[in-house]
């Protein structure tokens, strides 16, 4: 454990030690620095998998705080790797990314210092055991975040984009806040091995600091409707910040879910059914809302919604089967839950990256000028693509593996013996399905409209080379990450069996009916993989005395970028089925003559949480903040006056209450 708590610090030192260096070669101290202290962090949670035993640590921090505990298990042990691997994989690719910037003359000395506190913060929340710890750990967290989102603070959005994040930030945790007081109330400690003893034998009062904590850790997962964050500080950060945010950090407000999960001896329907019906409109209104969009980075964000929302439905059914007494339920939403987790690390952190790219040659994040990128970078397309078939769950990747899971554990519900749960079982098999079906709509847009057809602006035509290896080379490690999963989903059941069994409170034994299913899909797409191999490797063979002609051009002398879909083009008449659910803002220049110069259309979508509740909540915020706007003069002597009429205020209230 000693050597976990040297990673952390060398975490917390890097970003200090790395400022000592020039601008050229502070990433590169930094990446190596933080290779260093991943190995570190890595050993104690690999031994925990190896061994099967917690690994425990105490530190003594009287008067102020006492004695607190930091505890390696299954659980923990699980987010160490997700949070380790991912974030330096980020940081690697920061090195290409931020070239641009420093070349620029921009100044990332406060960005390299907050990278690593970041993940440092990150660690330390998924291990400590003592709820005022957690608590500073998860505002370090919040802060670093914070301060890495407004990386372009010279731009207004940015600005503003990172203030809604700290304020939704600070709404969650002052949930947690009230669901740790009640239970530390309780529970005499502040400790969480005292939580259990008392949330396990008091019910009512588990079910009250569940709730209050799911609202604040759902806050920080992006769970609808306290989402309204996500949308706009991940397009706005830098993109190895989006895709550690995305692929990492919000997972630790599923961890939060999670460990409180673990402290209750078995969760009520209600909050059972509470946490399916979220995840489902979650799933649905995330990807509803990723389909509409023209940024591909909000794109992508609303996409993490979705994902979340698909956790979410996993969480929920594993909760029914501990509600309704079906371990086999159990077991398979929290195992579907958990791999979703480390999938959806895996592939959000490809596409965030790979936008990146995309971004970094482009410098604009709008779809609609895009087009024809992939000839000019190549690896860059062959990578968003497989992003792409991964995030839609199709094999034989790893999205596909995690969802089946979830699937399946759905099916097995449909044995429940209650009216309720199975048409809550029936409406959420049908809703994922749904959401599987939007999802490949959304990402078909996004590659055929970045990356096929022609160039639809000037920007396009001026790249002439792909990116970096610095930059691809992460890119090329999540995808090989993804297919493996895919193609030896056995192994990654097996990986996940031991978080889960820390939810249902035993040791789980390897179920043979699903590691023989996961041995089955294991060998279909062996077999799929090497089918296709022989026949490129035929088709090869073939084409050697084939000569290529231009076929007929259907009377068309030479294509050209009008003759393409747009972006908006492209959903609007899916779109167009679901207007109640949409604020739709449309742009149209219709075409006026015979042989028209010019037309236009596009389609912008409004979250309508923010536009129905958020804008005019905000809008109320000014206008009764602004009649106050005269106290604020200026002028000392009116702030004196202030002060002598408060105190008299409180003189008399005094005496009064006296």
């Excluded at 429940?416 to 959304?442: H, P």
Aim: hydrophobic share 55%; glycine share 6%.
């Amino acid at each position: 454990m000693n050597i976990y708590f040297i990673g952390i610090i060398l975490l917390f030192l890097s970003g200090f030690i790395s400022a000592i260096f020039s601008q050229k070669n502070k990433l590169k101290v930094l990446s190596t620095l933080l290779a260093i202290s991943t190995l570190f962090c890595l050993k104690p949670a690999v031994m925990v998998f190896l061994t099967g035993e917690k690994l425990s640590y105490a530190l003594n921090f009287n008067p102020i705080f006492g004695e607190i505990s930091f505890n390696i298990d299954y659980l923990s042990a699980f987010f160490i790797v997700v949070i380790s691997i991912m974030s330096l994989l980020s940081i690697i690719y920061s090195n290409g990314y931020l070239k641009p910037y420093i070349e620029k003359g921009k100044n990332v000395s406060y960005h390299t210092m907050f990278l690593p506190v970041l993940i440092a913060s990150m660690m330390l929340v998924v291990t400590t055991s003592n709820a005022l710890a957690f608590l500073i750990f998860w505002e370090i967290m919040s802060l670093s975040s914070f301060f890495l989102v407004i990386f372009e603070n010279e731009k207004k959005e940015v600005l503003q984009a990172g203030i809604k994040y700290l304020v939704f930030m600070h709404i969650s945790v002052l949930f947690i806040i009230i669901a740790f007081a009640i239970a530390s109330i309780n529970a005499s400690s502040y400790d969480f091995a005292a939580f259990v003893q008392v949330l396990k034998n008091n019910s009512q009062l588990a079910n009250t600091v569940f709730l209050l904590a799911f609202i604040g850790f759902g806050t920080k997962a992006g769970f609808v409707p306290f989402h309204n964050w996500l949308p706009e500080a991940h397009p706005c950060a830098p993109s190895h910040v989006s895709a550690v945010m995305s692929g990492v950090m919000i997972k630790t407000g599923i961890y939060g879910i999670l460990r409180i999960l673990s402290m209750v001896e078995e969760p009520t329907k209600f909050a059972s059914f509470l946490v399916l019906t979220i995840g489902v409109i979650s799933a649905l209104y995330g990807i509803l809302y990723a389909i509409g969009q023209n940024d591909f980075k909000k794109m992508l964000a609303y996409s993490s919604i979705e994902n979340i929302g698909i956790i979410g439905i996993g969480i929920g059914i594993g909760m029914l089967g501990l509600t309704y007494n079906m371990e086999i339920l159990s077991i398979l939403g929290f195992c579907g839950a958990i791999l979703h987790i480390l999938n959806h690390s895996i592939f959000k952190e490809l596409m965030f990256l790979a936008a990146g790219s995309v971004y970094v040659k482009t410098h604009t994040r709008d779809m609609e000028v895009l087009g024809g990128l992939a000839k000019v970078m190549p690896k860059t397309a062959a990578l968003f693509l497989t992003g792409s078939v991964a995030i839609c769950a199709l094999p034989p990747f790893n999205g596909f593996i995690s969802e089946f899971l979830i699937y399946f554990a759905m099916v097995q519900g449909l044995k429940i013996n209650d009216f309720f749960g199975l048409v809550a079982i029936l409406l959420s098999i049908s809703a994922l399905a749904l959401v599987g079906t939007m999802a490949i709509l959304c990402f078909t847009k996004a590659y055929s409209i970045i990356f096929l057809g022609m160039p639809r602006s000037e920007i396009v035509e001026k790249i002439n080379s792909d990116n970096t290896k610095v930059m691809t080379l992460p890119m090329g490690i999540l995808a090989g990450f993804a297919l493996l999963i895919g193609l030896f989903p056995q192994y990654a059941f097996k990986f996940v069996l031991n978080p889960a069994s820390i939810i249902l409170s035993h040791n789980l034994e390897l179920n043979s009916q699903i590691f023989e299913i996961m041995q089955t899909i294991s060998i279909c797409f062996l077999g799929f993989i090497l089918f296709t191999l022989l026949l490129l490797f035929i088709k090869a063979k073939l084409n050697k005395n084939v000569q290529s002609y231009t076929t007929w051009g259907c009377g068309y002398d030479r294509a050209n970028n009008f003759m393409q879909y747009s972006a908006s083009s492209y959903v609007s008449p899916f779109l167009s089925m679901l207007k109640p659910l949409f604020k739709k803002v449309f742009d149209i220049e219709k075409p006026k003559q015979l042989f028209p110069k010019k037309a236009h259309f596009s389609l912008h979508i409004d979250d309508i949480e923010e536009a129905y509740v958020i804008n005019p909540l905000v809008k109320f915020d000014e206008w009764f903040l602004s009649k106050f706007e005269k106290m604020q003069s200026g002028n000392i002597q009116s702030y004196i006056k202030y002060g002598l009429i408060f105190l008299v205020v409180i003189i008399i209230g005094s005496l009064f209450i006296g």
